[in-house]
């Protein structure tokens, strides 16, 4: 017996009318390719109620930044900007495989890199990127649950400042809160102690793109300002496990953190041009086709579709 065909998406109720729409151009590559491979797709809105029974339907279900619920399902997400995405089977960027693989630096084209790299900087920044410079601080873009020290972490990110201010002894630290994070009176009150007995620390209100401009580099557990702050040549020091770890540098380099200079131009153009789902390129069907056949996904057609031909159209709801 034939396994399913079905292919349910859990989505929010704002993708499932762009993919209706067909305006959402990941996600009606997505549609469509699954289609004319012989599956039959099915838009459902997420919920607790939903992921919880997902795993009782045949055939293959797909989360958006959502942890998958079983064997046969995926999640998808953008990888810091469109047009590239991920199709995996867990969430964790740090256990993507792109984590795993190494950067063939001397194999990327130079002047194809630096191209793309210059474009990219154009698009995401204009012209700031052009006028960067070191005014003598570091850049700590903070995240969410300041206090804990998770699985994945080197230590807390409340440790990771201590951390940092014992072995980068000159320059100021400026820290942001991340303005989609809730904080416990528990987490300020401790920054709020450790900016007191450290006043080259502060807590202040700016613009990532003014920080990554101006900075002479970047330390965070793992956030996308460090990937960001490539565009600008900036150094990016880490303290938790992430996908684009390849150019950064661990707790233990602050010695030599704000002279590193690794090949921005070349990574930049590795990490989205080889290892995610560009939909703006003419082979994204191929792509995503790809990515779905190694993530277990059934991509030959089935009998009766081989003799009627592959399915045609928009993707359906």
């Known amino acids: ?124 920044f204009g012209k700031l990127p052009q006028q960067a ?59 709020e102690d450790l900016c007191r007995r450290f006043p080259r620390l502060q807590l202040v209100e700016r613009p990532m793109e003014q920080m990554l401009q101006r900075c002479d580099y970047v330390v965070t557990q793992n956030s996308s300002a460090a990937f960001f702050g490539f565009f600008f040549g900036k150094p990016a020091v880490t303290f938790a496990q992430i996908d684009f770890h390849h150019i950064c540098l661990g707790p233990w380099a602050f010695d030599w953190a704000a002279e590193y200079a690794p090949a921005y131009d070349r990574y930049i153009w590795w990490f989205w041009q080889q290892n995610c789902i560009n939909t703006g390129a003419p082979d994204a069907e191929q792509q995503i086709a790809a990515r779905l056949a190694r993530c277990g996904v059934e991509m030959s057609l089935p009998e009766a579709a081989k003799q009627k031909g592959a399915p045609h159209g928009t993707p359906s709801a």
């Open 1 to 124: 017996m034939e396994p399913s065909r079905d292919f349910r998406l859990y989505l929010s109720h704002p993708l499932i009318r762009g993919t209706e729409a067909g305006t959402h151009g990941f996600l009606t590559r997505l549609c469509r390719v699954l289609e004319a491979h012989g599956h039959r797709v099915e838009l459902l809105r997420t919920g607790p109620e939903a992921r919880a029974h997902a795993h009782e339907h045949p055939g293959w279900a797909m989360f958006h930044m959502e942890h998958p619920t079983h064997q046969q399902a995926l999640v998808f997400r953008k990888v810091y900007h469109a047009p590239f995405w991920a199709i995996e089977r867990v969430a964790e960027r740090w256990r993507w495989p792109v984590a795993d693989a190494r950067f063939p630096r001397r194999k990327v084209d130079a002047r194809e890199a630096a191209r793309f790299y210059a474009r990219w900087q154009r698009k995401l």
């Open 133 to 191: 410079s070191r005014e003598g601080f570091v850049y700590i873009p903070l995240q969410g649950r300041l206090l804990d020290h998770r699985s994945f972490q080197d230590r807390s990110p409340i440790e990771m400042l201590e951390w940092t201010l014992e072995r980068e002894k000159t320059r100021p630290l400026l820290a942001t809160l991340h303005p989609k994070e809730s904080y416990t009176p528990e987490e300020l009150t401790a920054l």
